[in-house]
């Protein structure tokens, strides 16, 4: 076995971290504060989960309940936290956001296959800490799509956008 | 056999390069200087190959402030260009690149010489190298920015933006730099907002967009924005840009932390503005923390960020902790500015109004008096009616209706002589009046 719960407890008390963990679970839990994200008590904090899970070949960690899209929200609107969900995935790389178009959760999650490899402290390290900051950076754009439908978009259509708007533009101060 | 001193050069110059990412500059200095022997015995002194070699000597040079052989590999480099006369627009970049390095050094007499020269002769050739004439236009104004000097940033940024529309392909992350120098400049002379929110609202997503670490041009444009829009009552707009200038000032350098803290305050104002306390008390006291570890002990920031904290915690009755941080804040005062700086007039008043409300009367009546002794320094002298008012609650705390009537009075006069007779301050006494004449 790759991993187990034994070795994410030690290595979650060797970095001092607060965590409940029920003996013999596979699940733990945790929470950060954050600086940007407020959750839906309006708290700069989050929760997250630690799984290990397929003997121990994969460690997921997944942050439920983020954000809420209310299911009732028009077609448009979902279209628009869909396309910003993806571009932030597109920058962020490491943490990926996902989007239950039937309950409107939006959830972070983070996997470590590990296949037949061990886990190391560094490498479930990167992917808890990698969670707030990848919250606190994308968190006012996600935000911004769900209660105002203004969706976040690649480079290429704000540089495209720039150039237009500098093609038009006239020097203000003579 | 000519490829093969390239292939020497090339090699040289690799081991420079690797040396100096190893912080071994002597290696790097010994690789480099026989990289110019080489190049200059075997392609010529003005060859290409030799300016290849004395490039990045001369940049070691300057980077350990050997002056004067730094010039001295700039000047051959120079004259090697001048002799090579298609080359103008890349001797431009070299005046700018050149420039860029003494601004790093913070040698700025040097960096506008070089920039003025790129300027000159990048009028030559506009026409066919527009590109190399806005980069140089933008890099001005980028130095005069720098300097505080808003007027010269705003006159080459415009005119580096306006050129800019004819450079094909359009280097939109470059420009877009420029165009949020050029608001932040636009701003700090007080430009309208309706000029400085476009150029911020196209020009910001496209750095936020490109670059995975945000940058501190990019969180300090957001914070501009953020204000901008909280000035304008667009509170909901304000809280999205603070919140991106949060985000993108987080990850900047240390240095970089005030800005943060700054940002932070402004975002506290915008969240009172839409109803979140919360939010905002977090932020207010998130500030106060950066100061704290950024600066020394009475340091006006500090200040500045624990009086946000008050202003904060006293309209919500939290007079505990507003009657320590205001404690320091006189402290401070008074260690960097005396005793008799006019503006503890206004804290040690407003410290005298917690007292009172906390009840502890000998030390509301104290501070109290030296707010108003502090009035009297004024010149004219000029009795503040939130004082008398202040000494009015304080009496009317401790039962003395009486007195309290009398003070209550006279505050009401001043406030009626000095802010008209609908400031909001008059209810106030008016009921408290009621009450005392009920109770004497």
Redesign the interface.
């Known amino acids: 076995m790759p991993t187990n719960p034994t070795d994410i407890k030690a290595f979650l008390d060797q970095r001092q971290l607060k965590y409940s963990h029920e003996k013999g679970s596979n699940k733990f839990q945790s929470g950060f504060t954050t600086?940007?994200y407020?959750n839906a008590g309006?708290?700069?904090m989050f929760t997250f989960n630690i799984f290990c899970e397929d003997d121990g070949e994969i460690v997921r960690i997944i942050a439920p309940n983020l954000f809420s899209v209310p299911p009732q929200s028009k077609a448009k609107r979902k279209a628009v936290v869909w396309q910003t969900l993806h571009?932030v995935n597109w920058?962020c790389?490491l943490v990926t956001f996902e989007y239950d178009i039937n309950d409107g959760e939006i959830r972070a999650l983070y996997n470590i296959p590990l296949g037949d490899s061990s886990l190391g402290l560094q490498q479930l390290m990167n992917g808890i800490y990698s969670m707030p900051?990848a919250l606190?950076?994308?968190?006012?754009?996600i935000?911004?799509a769900i209660?105002?439908g203004i969706p976040?978009?690649?480079?290429r259509e704000?540089?495209?956008?720039?150039?237009k708007?500098?093609?038009a533009?006239t020097?203000?101060?003579a | 056999m000519s490829d093969s001193y390239k292939t020497q050069l090339a090699e040289l110059l690799s081991s420079a390069q690797t040396n100096l990412r190893e912080d071994r500059h002597e290696f790097a200095r010994a690789d480099l200087l026989q990289a110019v022997k080489l190049a200059e015995k075997h392609f010529g002194p003005h060859s290409s190959e030799a300016d290849e070699a004395l490039r990045p000597l001369m940049e070691l040079h300057f980077q350990y402030d050997e002056v004067d052989a730094g010039f001295g590999c700039f000047e051959k480099i120079d004259h090697n260009y001048e002799l090579r006369k298609n080359q103008t627009h890349e001797r431009v970049y070299f005046y700018n690149d050149v420039a860029v390095i003494f601004g790093n050094k913070r040698n700025n007499v040097e960096a506008y010489k070089l920039l003025n020269r790129a300027l000159t002769l990048s009028e030559k050739i506009a026409r066919e190298h527009v590109k190399v004439r806005v980069h140089t236009l933008i890099n001005l104004g980028y130095y005069h920015f720098r300097d505080d000097r808003y007027a010269e940033c705003i006159r080459f940024l415009q005119e580096g933006l306006q050129e800019s529309k004819a450079v094909k392909p359009h280097p939109a992350a470059e420009y877009a730099k420029a165009a949020i120098i050029l608001a932040r400049a636009l701003f700090e002379t007080k430009v309208s907002a309706e000029i400085v929110i476009p150029l911020l609202e196209h020009a910001l997503p496209v750095i936020s967009s490109l670059s995975h670490t945000p940058t501190e041009n990019t969180g300090i444009g957001y914070n501009t924005l953020g204000i901008i829009y909280y000035r304008a009552g667009r509170h909901h707009d304000a809280r999205y840009a603070f919140n991106k200038a949060g985000s993108a000032l987080e990850f900047c350098q240390p240095s970089s932390k005030h800005y943060l803290s700054h940002s932070y305050s402004w975002s506290a104002d915008n969240e009172i503005k839409l109803g979140n306390t919360q939010r905002a008390e977090s932020l207010v006291r998130k500030a106060l923390e950066i100061c704290v570890e950024l600066y020394p002990e009475h340091d006006p920031a500090i200040v500045n960020a624990k009086l946000g904290v008050t202003d904060f915690l006293i309209p919500r009755g939290h007079y505990t902790e507003s009657a320590t941080l205001l404690e320091e804040v006189i402290e401070s005062i008074e260690t960097r500015n005396g005793k008799d700086d006019p503006n503890l007039q206004r804290h040690c008043n407003n410290l005298g109004f917690i007292y009172a409300n906390l009840e502890r009367f000998p030390l509301a009546e104290g501070i109290l008096r030296r707010a108003q002794k502090l009035s009297l320094q004024n010149n004219p002298p000029q009795p503040c009616p939130y004082i008398t008012k202040n000494f009015g609650l304080m009496y009317q705390k401790m039962g003395y209706n009486a007195k309290a009537i009398i003070e209550y009075k006279k505050a009401r006069k001043l406030f009626v002589e000095l802010h008209g007779s609908e400031h909001s301050m008059i209810s106030f006494i008016d009921n408290a009046l009621i009450e005392c004449s009920e109770n004497a």
């Open positions: 600086d940007n407020l309006g708290k700069n571009q920058n790389r900051s606190d950076q994308y968190a006012p754009d935000v911004r209660e105002f976040m978009e690649g480079h704000y540089a495209n956008r720039f150039e708007f500098i093609k533009w020097p203000p101060v």
